[in-house]
DNA sequence: ATACCAACGTTGGCTTGGCCAACATAACAC
DNA sequence: GTGTTATGTTGGCCAAGCCAACGTTGGTAT
């Protein structure tokens, strides 16, 4: 525990890349948010390619696997907050991707409808975000592959819906 | 592929919590971010309640373990961006857990130390953040931690040193 | 019916983490 | 000495994730 780690440093070191700490490596919470990043970085760049963002493709997967919905159903599906909603179906619907439709049985909602350009849009940037996951996992062989999918989806099973 | 996803939508559905996509939960990017977001809330929580961010304990716990650092030094090894040490060094100066030095072979550097105050705080903060470990991992099996741990460390070593 | 409460879309703002560009100073290489 | 590189620092940007508030509308209880 209180180990006193006074190591001796070496001034003018000439590190070549960047040595990782040990304490981190370990730490699970760590490796999550760190790889994340990396996999964060490779999805806004193959989505980025295509002027979309994470919210884009998020907002577009869910209306096509649902159909249309509710702003407020979209939010609870796709894990985006009410108002993130508003601004990413602007911008969505700015490019036709997209199209607001006031419910006609009850006249707060209004139901959101994938247009047929939004669905083309959705498969490509479905095919960049496939490549980009073969990036990600390049190391990995495909039982390690479903392994770690396994083990990710387990963890957000169990954080998604606490029950009690 | 192409599939059309024209899913007849019962208006009036009353879900009752989250019912999470299909797509995505086979998506490794989507479940590295959505768990890692999850790790994040645990830790910001965990390290908030002792009025410290995650840049503080990632600076404090590489400064525990290389010793005394240049600030550039300190970001190569925490992977944080020398501008954003800047920031974090101030903070914890602020509060007296680190002391900033003048390299005396190098009057561009500062030489950081971590102090004893400092060094207390790490474990305090160590230990928060092994509860929210606990938390985090709480669905999984020792076997499957280490599991997890190994996969992740894979994908984090394969994406840190390119090597070409 | 009236009053109350809950849900909806929307606006605006905030925080973390992760970047990048620029700049003055200082060290180093030639 | 000239030019290049490293350092600390300032200031700014973006994406994701939140939260509070407000006006409107629906549903519920009285």
Chains 1, 2 share one sequence.
Not at 20 to 27: I, K, M, Q, Y
Not at 87 to 108: F, K, M, Q
Not at 143 to 150: F, I, Q, S
């Amino acid at each position: 525990m209180g180990t006193t780690n006074e190591i001796a440093y070496s001034h003018r070191m000439e590190h070549p890349s960047a040595p990782t700490p040990g304490r981190l490596r370990t730490t699970p919470s760590w490796l999550l948010t760190q790889t994340a990043a990396h996999a964060g970085r490779l999805v806004t760049t193959a989505l980025g390619a295509h002027h979309a963002r994470g919210y884009h493709y998020r907002l577009l997967a869910t209306l096509a696997e649902t159909g249309p919905a509710s702003q407020a159903d979209l939010g609870r599906h796709s894990g985006i907050d009410r108002s993130d909603i508003v601004a990413t179906l602007n911008d969505l619907a700015d490019r036709h991707l997209v199209r607001r439709e006031p419910d006609p049985t009850d006249r707060r909602r209004n139901i959101v409808h994938i247009t047929p350009t939004g669905r083309r849009e959705l498969t490509t940037l479905q095919h960049a975000l496939d490549t980009a996951q073969d990036t990600l996992l390049a190391p990995l062989d495909p039982t390690d592959r479903r392994e770690l999918v396994r083990l990710l989806d387990l963890l957000l099973t169990h954080h998604n819906e606490p029950k009690g």
